[in-house]
């Protein structure tokens, strides 16, 4: 008997599943955190909290099923993309990370774009800067800390500095590499001719290697701390984002993903390196295959339904709002909303952009609130299948991954929206199985990806069909327009530069 460890290091909190490699799923554990927001704009996580998070889960895991966890053969990672850790050359950690969601360095992404040459963004980047990604927030470092830049020795990714503290050895991986708009995506290196322009030095970058190979082993300090056995060999992993697309079965092309978790994507996998020449979408080096995945980015998806829930509803129960959504007919009776609650990336590219609600009247109840939040978030993300059609790369099947995945109202709500077939995965963790996968294919436990998948990967019977097309084409016109049109008048009113 052989079992697999996957941890997920996500944004709201960590969870860690634990894979019986004929059984399957044995249990899955999770503890929850906050992010940080010292001043407005600003989103930065305490990598020591993952790290003692991850330690709790791991001895929750080893109490409940000990026999299974002393039998750990393989541990792979998933990570939250684009964040930024930085640390000396004791490898203590230096400030807090820097997340995806933060918005400080919009100074520094517009001097990037400036100076960057397009040759440069064509045949190495092939990604439009944004807050939030490792690069800008570099910069921002380099210019308000200089203290603490001068005693940068390494520059990690989040899910990397768990492998730091797990083994003892500092590497990057090709699919988060990638995601730092660091990186050369051609030759799956670090983009140094870029960089250098800019005064980062090339000593600061880890050595970068694939996703599936080993990146070193659990050590005698990770075991007093984790419970788990010193010796396991802990793969690179891959951002959370291509784990998703391996624990959702999505090894070829043809296959879309709808992810709705903290950040929404709709994302596809691509065996050759294609980019949007608009630079509105994202493509990444997926972590198998030497391949690529291409997706659109949306800042706020499930994290606007919680704003909704917390800060105006008081509401404890996502399944309660999910409930009260399904009273209200389709387009919520004329009230629409822009999920832009921290500006958006897909199809805007726009750090400033602002959320709204539109249409309300003295009829409208929470339900329509709730209804019409969903309704913008899957908006949000059918702009971004729009544009993934536009370059051939949507199939005419989606399926459902993340927290609104459990939600059967929001799933028959994708299929109108998109006017596509709709499954959903019978996993919920789909990046600590995607994880799992890969450790396990990485370390020799299963032959390659595409039987692991047909074993592990499962879904529901039922497929949601779309509705007749029409029912929300208006209302997402109207939720374009509405962007354009406010958009047109903040610049004329001097509040967008």
């Known amino acids: 008997m052989a079992s697999i460890l996957g941890i ?21 554990e999770s503890r929850s955190y906050d992010v940080e927001i ?19 889960i791991s001895q929750a895991l080893k109490e409940k099923y000990p026999g299974s966890f002393e039998e750990i053969k393989a541990i792979g990672l998933s990570g939250q993309m684009h964040g930024l850790v930085l640390t000396n050359k004791k490898g203590e950690v230096l400030r807090p990370a820097i997340l995806w969601l933060d918005q400080r360095s919009g100074t520094e992404c517009g001097e990037i774009m400036e100076r960057v040459k397009q040759e440069n963004w064509e045949g190495i980047l092939q990604n439009r800067v944004f807050p939030g990604f490792a690069f800008p927030s570099l910069l921002w470092v380099k210019r308000q800390e200089p203290e603490i830049y001068r005693n940068i020795h ?7 500095y768990i492998r730091y503290r797990l083994t003892g050895e500092i590497g990057a991986e090709v699919s988060d590499a990638s995601a730092s708009l660091m990186f050369d995506l051609k030759r799956r290196e670090w983009a140094y001719s870029v960089t250098e322009s800019f005064g980062i030095e090339a000593k600061l970058f880890p050595e970068c290697r694939e996703s599936m190979e080993i990146g070193g082993y659990v050590t005698k300090y990770a075991q007093k701390e984790t419970g788990l056995k010193a010796g396991i060999p802990v793969i690179y992993g891959a951002g959370d984002q291509p784990c998703q697309s391996i624990g959702n079965g999505v090894y070829k092309e043809g296959q879309v993903i709808c992810n709705i978790g903290t950040g929404g994507q709709i994302s596809v996998y691509s065996d050759t390196d294609r980019y949007d020449r608009r630079l509105r979408t994202n493509t990444f080096c997926h972590c198998y295959g030497k391949a690529y995945t291409m997706f659109g980015a949306m800042l706020c998806a499930g994290m606007a339904l919680k704003w909704l829930k917390n800060n105006l509803l008081r509401e404890e129960s996502f399944q309660v709002l999910s409930q009260q959504a399904g009273t209200v007919p389709p387009g919520s009776e004329g009230v629409l909303f822009l999920p832009y609650l921290a500006g958006e990336r897909t199809p805007h590219m726009d750090p400033m952009a602002k959320g709204m609600f ?9 339900e329509h609130f709730i209804r019409a939040v969903m309704e913008g978030i899957t908006f949000g993300l059918k702009d971004s299948l729009d544009i993934l059609e536009e370059m051939g790369m949507a199939g005419d099947e989606i399926i459902a991954s993340g927290g609104a995945s459990v939600s059967p109202v929001w799933i028959q709500m994708q299929a109108d929206i998109f006017q596509k077939k709709v499954r959903v995965s019978m996993v919920k963790e789909q990046a600590c199985l995607g994880a799992c996968i890969l450790a396990g294919v990485g370390c020799g436990l299963f032959s390659d990806i595409q039987k ?5 990967v499962k879904y ?26 406010n958009k047109e008048r903040d610049e004329k009113k001097g509040e967008i530069s």
């Open 8 to 28: 997920d290091l996500g944004t709201s909190s960590i969870k860690a599943m634990l894979l019986d490699t004929e059984k399957g799923v044995i249990g899955i």
């Open 38 to 56: 010292p001043a407005l704009g600003y989103a930065q996580q305490s990598p020591r909290e993952w790290w003692e998070s991850l330690c709790a």
């Open 154 to 160: 390494k520059l990690m990714q989040p899910k990397d």
């Open 358 to 366: 539109y249409g309300l009247q003295l009829c409208h109840g929470r």
């Open 452 to 456: 692991a998948c047909g074993r592990f």
């Open 460 to 485: 529901e019977d039922k497929i949601y069909l779309p509705e007749p097309e029409g029912i929300y084409q208006k209302y997402h016109e109207k939720f374009r327009e509405l962007y354009d049109r």
